[in-house]
Structure formats: C-alpha cells, structure tokens
C-alpha cells in the first residue's frame, strides 16, 4: 500500500468504518494534528518544571526511557485502535471488544479517557490562561530590564488574583470550544501548518541566547547528567506519567484522531515523528530554561510558575526581547490550543453519539463543566491555597505523604498524569497485545518484521513496566522488599 494522500479512502474487504465520517486529508495533515496535541503545555510549561521539582539528569534519562519503550508502542496501539474503530473512546472499545469475543466493558477504558479529559482540560486551561495573560505584558513592555524578583512580583500578582485568573480561562476555554464546535478539521489543520513551525523557528532563536548566558553548560549537564542518588520513586512515577501526558496518550485523545485517519498511511512513521518531534520540544525547552536558571542564581525546583519566572526574564534583557517575547506567548497559547482542542474531542464525540446532540450543543455543555471545574484551579493559587489534602483528610490518613501539601490542582494533576493515563495506556496496552486478534493487528500496523518487537513492547515491556512502576509509586516493592529482607 502506498503512503500518499488520498481523501477518501476504500475500506478495507475486512473493515467498515462508518460510511462518511470525517478524514483526515492526508498523512502529513494527522502528524501535523497529534503533533500539536502532543506538543503544549507539557512540553513547555510542565517539562522544565517538574524536571526541576525532581533534579535534572536522572529525571529526563528515565522519562526519555519511558518515551522510547512505553510511549512510542502504546501511542501505536492506541492509533489502531482507533482507526479500526472509527468511533469515540467509549464505542471503539466496545465495538472492538465485540469484534475479537470480549467484555464489552472495555467500554470503560473509553469512559476513562473521557473523564481524564475533562479533569486535565480544567487545569490546562487556567495555565493556558497564565499565557495569555503573558502577551499584553510583554508586548506592554513590562518585563524590559527587570530583575528576577521583579519578574517573580509581576507573576505573583497575577496567580493572586483570582478574577484576572478565570477572566483568562473563561476566554481560553472559549477559544478551545469555538473550535470544537466547529469539527476538528478545519480550523486546527491551518493553525498546526504555519504555527508548530514558528514555535520551533523562536524555540532555536532562544537557544541561542541561552548559549549567550554563559550558563549553557550547567544547564546541560543539569538536563544530561544524571544523578542517580536525586532520584526519588515519586520522580520515577512522574516521568513516566509524563511520557503519557506528553504524548497524549492513555485518555482517547490519540485514539479519536487515529479514527479518522485514512487506511492506508502508516501508524509505526506517524508515531515515531510525533514523539520525535515532541521530545525535541520538550529538550529545547529545558535546554533554553536551565541556562537561564543558573545565569541568575534561580530556584530550578520553582515549581508551576518556572516558565513564567525565567523566559521574561531572558526577554527584558535581550535585544528585540519584547518582540520577540510577544511571539513566544502568543505561539505558547496555540500550542495549548491545539492540545486543549484533543483534551475535549474524545468527549464531544461521545456526547454526541450517546445523547443524539449536535457538536455544537456538544461543545457548549462540556465547555461548562469544564469552566467550572476550572475554578478549583483557579482557586488553588489564590483564596484556596492553604486548602491541601492533609487539611482536608485527617492526620490519621497521614501516610500520603506524597500528595500531604496537595491543593486542588496539584491533586487534579497527579490523579490525571500519574496514575488515569498510565492506567488508560497500560489497558491499551493489554488490550492491543493481548486481546485483539493478531491477524487484526498485524493488518493495521503493517509493519512487516518489526511486528515481533512491537509485540513484545506492549505485551510485555509495556505493561510490566507501568505495572512496577505503579507498585513501587504505592510502596508494594518496598514492603515485599521488607518482608523478604532484601
Ligand atoms: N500532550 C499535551 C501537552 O503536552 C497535553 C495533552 C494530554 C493533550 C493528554 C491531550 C491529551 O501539553
């Protein structure tokens, strides 16, 4: 079968995707669309953070591992499950499930998914909302020849206040939703063309001043050098939910998309360039961070606000810097728009096949859930930020330590990141390797004798990875380990 473009594509003899539902209008065009889901937030606002919250090198090379042998083989199955289902999440699983003689309560990996969307949206767009609110000050020239306690003030300003904060998110969220309403394929095709470029084209123009620092150096190694002994099993789990996060993968957001693409394009390509691609953005991210970090003495472990606290510092300092920052966080915002447009896709299509509504009702319903549940975000950073989980759940539960500072969106992000993705991926996982017929699997991957190896990631690397990785974050490894004396 041939690589190239073709509109409409003739099913398959054993195959029948839903007569005319929507394509993708060539290869190219679904690489650009994952790419700009993978590529967002994550990558540029998430990656440097928690890399900094977990100490560099160790971090990176386990999360970089987690790409390579869990990602890019579960972003695989999860693509063709999708295109073979030609559905939401929800029906695709059950349709599957039936295909190949199983519980149609696979139905509820897709409920999953659609849940996981919802809750990581409702964060994604409050951050998003940080970025926007960046543009007017940088084009504002606010940043120019501040120093970082004036640039950690002006971000301050902003979480503390929480009107500002959801004026931003009603009007993200509203951008996210008009889109949504309107079909994917439309809109996101253009902005992905021209716009993942440009963030790419600024993204090396930045490195360049990072070189300039003087810093670059301790930045690398800081990114590459990895520390075993700063490595903790919280920071193994985040890596890997952030190889899932990353890449979209594990909520329905890939698998929705993989519907529409056409029969014959090739899963195993597709999925190597995004991840390619996103894993670059995520390491020109940190590679530009770092060096800002150390150059002015600055906390790496700052947490959410990093981003915010060091880019505006580069541009208050750099020639054509408001420029130049205006461009980045306009380009930030479409990055996360293309992103927050995948976040939702996999529950408007199935709020539409469930309740019979149109995309546009849809839109608006799930658009106002999400707004809401926003609030909690919003709230975490100003008038609830004493609010944490130990403040809620009594002492006596005193052995989750690890979420004990938790507010609402630190919670809402570790349910979502690490444990529903990975939990949603390691049942594609088991579903694609080990349920679906083979012949079934063999057929849509076509990838020839590289079938064995993929085979063997995601019935077993896969899996038994998430799975240790799971057990070690609930402290099992650690008890056998006790009992066993070793
Ligand atoms: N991958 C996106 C990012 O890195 C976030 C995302 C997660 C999008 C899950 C869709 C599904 O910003």
């Known amino acids: ?25 060539s290869r190219l065009v679904f690489i650009l669309a994952a790419t700009g889901s993978a590529v967002g937030l994550g990558n540029i606002w998430k990656f440097p953070y928690i890399t900094g919250e977990f100490g560099g090198g160790a971090f990176v090379l386990i999360y970089l591992l987690c790409i390579a042998s869990i990602g ?35 139905g509820l990996l897709g409920w999953m998914g659609v849940i996981a969307g919802f809750l990581i949206l409702s964060y994604y767009s409050v951050i998003a909302g940080w970025a926007m609110a960046y543009v007017p000050r940088m084009a504002a020239g606010t940043f120019v020849g501040l120093d970082a306690e004036a640039v950690n003030s002006v971000f301050s300003t902003l979480v503390s206040s929480p009107e500002t904060l959801i004026a931003w998110h009603t009007l993200f969220l509203f951008m996210t939703m008009s889109i949504v309403a309107r079909g994917v394929r439309g809109g996101l095709e253009k902005a992905v063309t021209y716009l993942m470029p440009m963030l790419f084209v600024l993204l090396v123009i930045l490195i360049f001043y990072a070189m300039d620092t003087g810093h670059f150096g301790q930045g690398l190694s800081y990114l590459f050098n990895p520390d075993f002994s700063k490595i903790s ?17 594990g909520m329905g957001a890939i698998m929705v998309y993989g519907s529409y693409l056409p029969d014959n394009t090739s899963i195993a390509k597709a999925s190597i360039s995004v991840a ?37 510092l580069a541009f208050g300092q750099m020639n054509y810097g408001t420029f130049f920052g205006t461009l980045f966080f306009i380009l930030l915002v479409f990055a996360a728009w293309t992103s927050s447009i995948s976040l939702i896709e996999p529950a408007i299509t199935w709020a539409m096949k469930t309740f019979q509504i149109s995309r ?48 609402a ?10 444990i529903m993705l990975p939990l949603g991926g390691l049942m594609i996982a088991v579903y694609a390797g080990w349920l679906m017929k083979k012949e079934y699997s063999r057929d849509e991957l076509s990838i020839g004798l590289w079938f064995p190896i993929w085979s063997v990631l995601v019935r077993y690397v896969a899996p038994v990875m998430v ?10 490894v650690a008890f056998v380990r006790s009992i066993m004396g070793v």
């Open 276 to 312: 390619f691609m996103d894993t670059l953005v995520a390491l020109l991210a940190g590679m530009i961070i770092f060096p800002i970090v150390f150059a002015n003495s600055l906390e790496p472990g700052a947490g959410p606000g990093l981003i915010f606290k060091t880019l505006p």
């Open 467 to 476: 799975i240790i990785v799971f057990l070690n974050a609930m402290g099992v």
């Open 72 to 106: 890019i083989p579960i972003m695989m199955a999860e693509i063709m499950l999708g295109r073979r289902g030609r559905h939401d999440p929800v029906t695709t699983m059950k349709k599957l499930a039936k295909e190949s003689g199983h519980s149609r309560s696979w």
């Open 360 to 407: 546009v009702k849809a839109s608006v319903t799930s658009g106002m859930l999400v707004w809401f549940m926003g609030l909690f975000t919003v709230f975490s950073f100003n008038l609830a930020s004493d609010v944490t989980i130990s403040s809620v759940i009594s002492t006596k539960y005193g052995e989750f330590v690890i979420l004990k500072d938790a507010t």
């Open 1 to 25: 079968m041939s690589d190239s473009a073709s509109p409409l594509n003739e099913p398959a003899a054993n195959k029948k995707p839903s007569a005319n539902r929507e394509q993708w209008s």
């Open 233 to 249: 099993t919280e920071g193994v789990l985040s890596a890997m939910g952030h190889a899932f996060f990353t890449l979209s993968l």
């Open 409 to 418: 969106f630190d919670f809402l992000d570790y349910l979502t990141s690490n």
